[in-house]
């Protein structure tokens, strides 16, 4: 079975950092078929897909236009996680965030984690 | 982007009957070389992540029952919820993977008790 652990700060003041983890478990980051994805909800945006990463001899990643240059995603295999930054934060990025599989990478997510509010409020 | 709508924004269905959602996207997610349409649909609870119910715009997931139904092509999508249950209170958001890795989403529809 399959799990992903979130954290992260809840409250992230403007201008700075907004970092998350997700700790998997019962698959590997650095899997052969599944792709590792950070997806974000808010009532403003809706479901928005942030970016991935997968391993496929070596590391990818792809990010949404609207946070590429803001955005990084590292994989940790010491660790089996994979971890969110977003930089310049603004009061735009406060949302529910998620990490969630790709077991195909289809573009299909089929195990979330369980989300972390993330407020952006001085 | 490819964007997604869903109709109706909410509904109201008596147990036992039938909950029917649609989804539309901007272009075509139908892809003509495995004639394949790259459409999901989620159910979303309160206070929980979504959970994947159909992919690939009729194939169910592993463990859903089987009430669910997507049907469509193209464009135009459909879930169905053949016999609504308590449990099926909950949003549902249709999913284009066309463009993977660039996903988008519908903005959902609520579905509860009458």
Redesign the interface.
């Known amino acids: 079975q399959v799990q992903l652990q979130q954290s992260g700060p809840g409250l992230v003041k403007p201008s700075q950092t907004l970092s998350l983890t997700c700790v998997i478990s019962g698959d590997s980051v650095s899997s052969n078929s599944a ?1 590792w ?1 950070w997806i974000r909800q808010s009532p403003s945006r ?4 942030l ?2 990463t997968y391993y496929r001899s070596k590391w990818y990643n ?1 990010y ?2 609207s946070v590429k240059s803001r955005m990084t995603i590292n994989p940790d295999t010491s660790k089996n996680q994979l971890s969110l930054q977003l930089n310049s934060v603004t009061p735009e990025d406060t949302a529910v965030y ?1 990490c ?1 599989r790709d077991r195909t990478n ?5 195990y ?4 972390t509010l993330v407020t952006v409020s001085s | 982007d490819i964007v997604m709508t869903q109709s109706p924004d909410s509904l109201a269905v008596s147990l036992g009957e039938r909950a029917t959602i649609n989804c539309k996207s901007s272009q075509s997610v139908l892809y003509s070389s495995n004639n394949k349409n ?1 459409l ?1 649909w ?1 159910q979303q609870k309160p206070g ?5 119910l159909i ?1 690939w715009a009729s194939t169910r ?1 592993s463990g859903v029952p089987d009430r669910f139904s997507g049907s469509g092509s193209g464009t135009d999508f459909t879930l169905t919820i053949s016999s609504l249950q308590a449990e099926d209170v909950a949003a549902y ?1 249709c ?1 284009q ?1 066309y463009s ?9 529809t609520k579905v509860d008790i009458k």
């Open positions: 792709a994805n809706g479901l928005e897909w970016g991935r792809d949404a236009l998620y969630a289809t573009g299909v997510f089929d979330w984690g369980q989300g | 790259y999901a989620y929980q992540p979504p959970k994947l992919y997931e958001y999913q993977y993977s890795p660039r996903v988008t989403f519908g903005p959902g």
